[in-house]
């Protein structure tokens, strides 16, 4: 039972389309994240919600939209893709102990991007 | 701002041999610290942490000890095997609500 899925696992797609990502949780966290891996492992946060609200919103360009239905699903669009953003993008939800996010993150296994 | 520097790999080693990842990090406050290993088609997951100073984490074999005075947490392994082959990352947790990884250091293993 995964506790953290992501899908879809690839994704090859044009220049200029529009391709969602989805993310979902079942271990009852409230905090979820999107993050971007370069080809060369460099990890970079791009957004958070905490209980479906957005509380991180890095330097990310605005065809990246993320939208939070509820805290266990946490999906990002993203509109005329580029082609920088091929990357493998992770999910992440974390843990949280009288309400203060902890810092234990759970991944998911990655949606690999391509942008042709 | 909150960042965290680690040695650059590729670090290659035979196996049995002792495995040391620098790391050190640069925080206000007092951040929790993590290391956490990538192995290959797969996501992150947690190796190991350490929230307050001198704490020492320790997991499957590895070990980190949180060192405020030289703002380090360097991860240690006494004898690596084949399977220990990944990527590890180390991180902390800010107080502005972020966590923040390193470049992550590639470790391969040799039989």
């Known amino acids: 039972d995964t506790a953290v899925s992501q899908t879809p696992k690839y994704l090859v797609t044009q220049m200029g389309n529009d391709k969602s990502i989805k993310c979902e949780q079942n271990l009852g966290h409230d905090t979820m994240y999107w993050y971007k891996q370069d080809s060369k492992k460099f990890l970079k946060i791009m957004f958070s919600?905490?209980?479906?609200?957005?509380?991180i919103n890095e330097t990310v360009p605005n065809r990246f939209s993320p939208k939070s239905p509820d805290k266990a699903h946490l999906n990002l669009h993203i509109n005329s893709l580029e082609l920088g953003d091929s990357a493998v993008y992770f999910c992440?939800?974390?843990?949280?102990?009288?309400?203060?996010?902890?810092?234990?993150?759970?991944f998911g296994e990655g949606s690999r991007l391509t942008v042709l | 701002g909150d960042s965290v520097t680690q040695m650059e790999g590729p670090v290659t080693l035979s196996e049995e041999a002792f495995l040391t990842i620098n790391c050190t990090y640069t925080?206000?406050?007092?951040?929790?610290l993590f290391w956490y290993v990538q192995y290959p088609g797969e996501g992150l997951q947690l190796l190991l942490k350490a929230t307050k100073a001198d704490d020492k984490g320790s997991n499957k074999g590895f070990e980190a000890t949180y060192r405020k005075e030289t703002t380090s947490f360097h991860l240690e392994k006494g004898s690596v095997q084949v399977s220990d082959s990944a990527v590890y990352f180390c991180?902390?947790?800010?107080?502005?609500?972020?966590?923040?990884f390193g470049s992550g250091t590639r470790l391969s293993i040799r039989p």
């Open positions: 919600y905490n209980n479906k609200e957005l509380i």
């Open positions: 992440a939800s974390s843990k949280t102990s009288g309400g203060a996010i902890t810092g234990e993150l759970f």
């Open positions: 925080a206000t406050g007092y951040p929790s």
């Open positions: 991180a902390l947790y800010s107080s502005a609500s972020k966590i923040i």
